[in-house]
């Protein structure tokens, strides 16, 4: 159990709608990163919060949105939903701002599948 | 392109065996890391390298890194069944403030 926690596991929904994905860093970790995983382009890295700002941020399209709250906790919003937004979308969360200085904790993800 | 790549995209041996990959990468980097994703699951952190470390150890792992060739291998001796998931490795580019994940090796340890 890598302490971070993603909810929902699985979510079904239907194209144009939009959904959110919530995720709990490790207890003390201030940075929240997400990542795309799909079959054809592999674990893409789409932001970064750090201590409730942004950080980095990667191939995020536009109909996505993310944002850290005070409590360090960290949602995800898919809106204009398409079916090539299905995929694992993975939260995972570091002590520091810098992932490049230290390992990083995954949740076990949430399955989006676009109808 | 991706900036890591994994070579080969898969891999099958008999347990006992050792299980070498390999990864590639672009641009200059802070350090290299390694990460196992079991079937569906979240990525776990094996090991990590950094530039200035040419060869780490960690149980049965040995993680090498040449970073004249831009490359880095992945040694897992004495595979067991256990060790069947995909295998990442994930790069902390200099100057960018995020980590780039390869296409992974699919590694498969036969009974």
């Known amino acids: 159990d890598s302490g971070v926690t993603q909810t929902p596991k699985h979510l079904i929904t239907a194209t144009g709608q939009r959904v959110t994905l919530r995720c709990s860093p490790r207890?003390?970790?201030?940075?929240v990163y997400w990542y795309q995983q799909s079959l054809d382009q592999g674990l893409q890295f789409l932001i970064q919060?750090?201590?409730?700002?942004?950080?980095a941020k990667g191939n995020i399209l536009e109909r996505f949105s993310a944002q850290q709250f005070p409590d360090l906790h960290s949602e995800l919003n898919l809106s204009s939903l398409e079916l090539g937004d299905s995929a694992l979308y993975f939260c995972?969360?570091?002590?520091?701002?810098?992932?490049?200085?230290?390992?990083?904790?995954f949740g076990e993800g949430s399955r989006l599948t676009v109808l | 392109s991706q900036q890591g790549e994994e070579d080969p995209q898969a891999l099958s041996i008999q347990e006992g065996e050792n299980a070498t990959m390999n990864c590639s990468y672009k641009?200059?980097?802070?350090?290299l890391q390694w990460y196992r994703q079991n079937s569906g699951r979240g990525l776990v952190h094996l090991i990590l390298?950094?530039?200035?470390?040419r060869e780490k150890h960690s149980g049965r792992l040995r993680v090498t890194l040449d970073t004249s060739k831009k490359s880095s291998s992945l040694l897992i001796t004495a595979s067991r069944a256990a060790d069947t998931a995909s295998y990442f490795c994930?790069?902390?580019?200099?100057?960018?403030?995020?980590?780039?994940f390869g296409q992974g090796t699919r590694l498969t340890i036969n009974p």
């Open positions: 995972a969360s570091s002590v520091d701002g810098r992932a490049y200085t230290g390992e990083l904790f």
């Open positions: 207890s003390g970790d201030l940075s």
């Open positions: 919060y750090y201590n409730g700002e942004e950080r």
């Open positions: 641009t200059s980097i802070n350090n």
């Open positions: 390298i950094r530039s200035n470390e």
């Open positions: 994930a790069t902390a580019i200099q100057g960018a403030q995020k980590l780039v």
